[in-house]
Every structure is written in structure tokens, then in C-alpha cells.
């Protein structure tokens, strides 16, 4: 049975975008008894809307850039299960939106390959571990210090790439995560995006999106691999990545499928911990 969600669904009716984050949201409650949540009423009717959020997972969906739905959750103090934006998921699957509010055969496509992936993806996601990786219970940082802010760099065991991302790889399998810098730099840190599931990732893919009141951050793979695992924790808790990015904030596992030409392009400690230190000391918010 398809997993049930509160849904939040783009209010901008104004655009295509909007229209089709509405069909998707009915086609879930449809096809999963999973209940709708009104943008425009939860604003005046706060107490039976956040009994609905409360109930179950909360799936935003965005129709376009402005992330209005997500907006509203932020507002309310809303945990977010899995979100999506319309707008990128047709770029993605190089589908054109209607620039009239119009739903046609190609708004109809992604409408139901976005139904079935949401749902098809949760059934997926039941069966797979929690974690593959054996993690060191004890990891020795170096800290660098700018003003007020502490930013740490795990010294051994841990490689990088210059998007502030790292990985730590035991046999095969490697656990994904950003680090201090991302998130110092993102505040705090309100959504977490996930991969799909069993997707492929290339060196330098988008391995998901978190997300603060700044800016949207694509965190960059810094191996090839199969996604293989998702940290679960950090859906309904994003802000674990701003206590610790490199424990309870990890983002993702994977299978590693081309890691002798992957290590080209990794950093060590040394290497990273240089980068950093330019960039925040050039470029600190």
C-alpha cells in the first residue's frame, strides 16, 4: 500500500506550474487516501490544517522558483517529509511546461510520472537499509575560526571535493555529506531534497538539495555510485546537518561504480583544508 502523506501543493494557479503541482496533489490523495492541505485556507484556518500536517509525512510541491508551498511550511514551522519543485522535475525529464494555464499531453506526462514516482519511490524506500557503512564512533577534526564561526575538517579517513562536499568510503560503499562550511554558510538549514532511490549518480551529479531561508544549495557527488541509501533522519530533521554535517548529518550512501578515476579528483585533508580556509576568509558571509 502507497505511503500517506499531508500534501501541500503550490497556490499559484496562475501559472501551468501551479496547475500541474494541484493535479499531482489529487492524483496522490486518489490514488493513496492522502489529504490535501489548502495554501490559501491554511492561512485562516491554522488549527484544522495543522492537525493534517501532523498526522502524516508532509509532501511539498512547488510549482516553480518562488516556492511558495514551501515558503507557507517554513512559516508554519512545518516538517518536511519530501518536497519537489515542478519546474525543475520537467527539466530534469526535458518536458516543456505551458506558458498558458493549459494542461496538455506533455503537462499530462509529467503529472503522472511524478504521481508515480512519489509513490512508486516510498514503496522502494520500505525495503532499503538505513545505513551500509560501518562510521569511526570517534572523528578527529582540525577547526579553523573566523569571527564567531568554527569550521571543522575531519583529518583522517575522509576525502573532499571543492564544492564542500565529502565522502567516506569503506570496501565498495560510501557515505555522502557536505561540510562545516555549507552549512555555516546556509544558516539554518530548513529542507532536505533526497536522491532518488537506486538512481545513478555521476562524479560532480546532484545528489539532492538542502535548503535555508539564503539559498539553495546542489550538493555535488564526489563519487560515482548507486544510491543505496538515504539518511531518513535528516527529511524530518534537516537541522541534524547544522549540528553536525559529518555524523548525524550525513546525506546519502552509494555503491561506487567508477572510484579508481573518481580518486583523480578527490582532495585529501590537506588539500581541502587550504580551500577552505581562502574561501573563508575571502568569501565568509
Sequence with gaps: ???????LPCN???KCAG????????????????E???PV???VADARYNKIAEE???LVIDGCATRCASKLAAEKGLKVAKKINVTEEAKNKNISINKDLRIGSEESKLIDLLTE??????EKNENKEQSNVSFPENIEYEIYKKDKFIFRVPKEGFYFNENDCWVYIVGNIARIGVT???QQSLSDIMFFNPPAFDSEVEQFGELGTIESGKAVFEIVSPVSGKVISINDDIISAPELINENPYEKGWIAEVELTNIDEDRDFLLNFDEYFEILKRKVDEFHV
Excluded: F, H, T
Excluded at 1 to 6: E, N, T, V
Excluded at 25 to 33: F, R, T, V
Excluded at 117 to 122: A, D, Q, T, Y
Design 1 to 7: 500500500m502507497s505511503k500517506k502523506y499531508s500534501i
Design 12 to 14: 499559484g494557479l496562475d
Design 19 to 34: 496547475c500541474v503541482s494541484r493535479e499531482i496533489a489529487i492524483k496522490i490523495s486518489e490514488q493513496s487516501e492522502s
Design 36 to 38: 490535501i492541505i489548502c
Design 41 to 43: 485556507l491554511y492561512r
Design 56 to 58: 502524516n509525512p508532509l
Design 117 to 122: 514516482e512519489i509513490l512508486k519511490g516510498e
Design 180 to 182: 562545516d562550511y555549507v
